[in-house]
């Protein structure tokens, strides 16, 4: 009973994938099918989706739609039909997800389930949209933000408005998007729904970047990257790696748009996740431009490198970009004293460190000892002032070591 009364506060926080475990646990002790059992095999699904899992989403809510088929239909049917077509959607299966969006939505307005309503109309208008329908996203979208906030739940009320927001901004809504995007901000923040809150500023960074405000779009990417790290959101971080690209690309800072675009299709493959169409339609051009002004050999060297930075690396160089704006290249460029008095060793321990590397893999990877190791970071952070992992990653990234 506490997991399924934890769970949508864990989920606004961006910590349901974290207590994955706790709810598997749970679920475990439920009486299955029972409706506690069910309900938190929604939750396990909804875990699924903030991490990119999106086999788990599925199985999760196809477990639910199994064991209540035999039954009379009621809302946990209706929120697994929601949850399963999101999960199809991201797996590029959009006719099936689209079907379980519409008997989703179906089903609820036959209960009089309104929070089940807006979800599965939420859920729809995404599918159609990965479908690249963008007149049914934003029509589907609109319907959804119309339910009245007060009788479902904030964080379903608040989800309808960041997806009208989005689609807003696809169909080129901007004055309708920018309020739509600062109403839902100020709703988010009260609430303090974290995972929202993330989403709201990746939006507000891709309006500035439309309307040329480079320093406003970096504090809004910034601001949204640092928020998906603090949570450990992976699809809103790989989201942000491909704003920061477009950043750069509006400032002509093609090596590292490229080396961006690297790490966000490299990452997101590790999670099998869909190359929406109107993603790949937005880095057509900037793309082409890069390619011309590199040179193909550059373009592909950029573009590995940032295939093999892992997503924690890709995150540190999009906030670095964030943080310059227009002010020029991050990377490989800076002079600092004290990472010149590193040795070649120390140099090679700090690359490592970036790579995402444990002291064990990397005294494994050196044939030295964990102890040596951790012998050389101290001394490392002593002749730099890099305390944090975070802070030696940076360190890389600006001397180009990565």
């Known amino acids: 009973r506490l997991v399924v009364a934890l769970g949508p506060w864990w989920y606004i926080r961006g910590q349901l994938a974290g207590v994955l475990p706790l709810l598997q646990a749970a679920a475990a002790h439920a009486e299955a099918p029972g409706d506690r059992w069910c309900a938190v095999q929604i939750l396990i699904g909804q875990s699924g989706h903030i991490s990119g899992d999106f086999t788990l989403a599925r199985d999760s809510a196809a477990a639910v739609v199994e064991v209540t088929a035999g039954r009379t239909p009621g809302p946990l049917l209706a929120d697994a039909l929601a949850s399963r077509a999101a999960a199809l959607a991201n797996m590029n299966q959009i006719d099936a997800g689209l079907d379980d969006a519409y008997r989703a939505v179906a ?112 504090r809004h990417l910034r601001e949204s990257l640092e928020l998906s790290t603090r949570i450990g959101d992976p699809i809103g971080l790989l989201n942000n790696l491909d704003r920061a690209a477009l950043l750069c690309a509006a400032t002509q800072r093609w090596a590292e748009a490229v080396a961006l ?48 930075m892992t997503l924690a690396t890709a995150a540190e160089l999009a906030t670095m970009i964030a943080v310059t704006g227009a002010a020029g290249p991050v990377t490989g460029t800076r002079v600092s004293s004290a990472a010149g008095l590193l040795s070649p060793r120390e140099r090679e321990l700090v690359a490592l460190i970036a790579r995402g590397r444990t002291d064990a893999q990397i005294a494994a990877e050196l044939f030295i000892s964990v102890r040596t190791v951790r012998s050389h970071l101290d001394r490392i952070r002593d002749k730099t002032g890099s305390r944090r992992r975070a802070d030696l990653t940076r360190l890389a990234l600006e001397q180009g070591l990565v």
């Open 107 to 218: 089903l609820a307005r036959e209960l009089g389930y309104q929070a089940g309503e807006a979800l599965a109309l939420g859920n729809l208008s995404l599918t159609a949209y990965y479908g690249g329908d963008l007149e049914t996203a934003l029509a589907q979208a609109r319907l959804a933000a119309r339910i009245d906030p007060a009788v479902i739940p904030g964080w379903i009320a608040r989800r309808a408005s960041l997806f009208l927001s989005m689609f807003l901004t696809e169909t080129g809504d901007w004055a309708a998007a920018e309020q739509s995007c600062a109403d839902a901000l100020a709703r988010t923040r009260e609430a303090d729904d974290l995972l929202s809150e993330t989403f709201c500023l990746g939006l507000l960074a891709d309006l500035d970047l439309h309307a040329g405000r480079i320093a406003n779009a970096g």
């Open 261 to 308: 675009w690297g790490a966000s299709a490299a990452r997101a493959r590790d999670h099998e996740l869909l190359d929406v169409p109107q993603d790949a339609q937005r880095r057509e051009e900037p793309s082409r431009l890069a390619r011309e002004a590199l040179g193909t050999a550059a373009f592909q060297g950029a573009e590995q490198r940032g295939a093999e």
